[in-house]
Nanobody
Framework: QVQLVESGGGLVQPGGSLRLSCAASGFTLDYYAIGWFRQAPGKERERVSCISGSDGSTNYADSVKGRFTISRDTAKNTVYLQMNSLKPEDTAVYRC????????????????WGQGTQVNVSA
């Protein structure tokens, strides 16, 4: 059974760092792209980053480029999101999701979703 479980969220001060984890089970990362999404109250869901299953290529939203890094550990079947230089506007619920092979733009291409982990950036 496919399952995604996020962890690593919490409360940090502006400028701080967090590393989110997305542990996958029931499938291999070689065949699925993993995207990180976030949603804050009153805002649209945003794809923060994604790593493809085919070749491990990555992409980032402009809002996080240069601050966040997505990576995967295929041996552990886990995808990470290293979040540095955090800003209050990064506050959101972060969810990971899986799509077949490629980093699709449409959220409807992501068939499996985790439950989310809360990230709060506040002084």
């Amino acid at each position: 059974q496919v399952q995604l479980v996020e962890s690593g969220g919490g409360l940090v001060q502006p400028g701080g760092s967090l590393r989110l984890s997305c542990a996958a089970s029931g499938f291999t990362l070689d065949y699925y792209a993993i995207g990180w999404f976030r949603q804050a109250p009153g805002k649209e869901r945003e794809r923060v980053s994604c790593i493809s299953g085919s070749d491990g290529s990555t992409n980032y939203a402009d809002s996080v480029k240069g601050r966040f890094t997505i990576s995967r550990d295929t041996a552990k079947n886990t995808v990470y999101l290293q979040m540095n230089s955090l800003k209050p506007e990064d506050t959101a619920v972060y969810r990971c999701a899986a799509a077949r092979y490629i980093c699709a733009h449409s959220i409807y291409e992501y068939a499996y979703w985790g439950q989310g982990t809360q990230v709060n950036v506040s002084a």
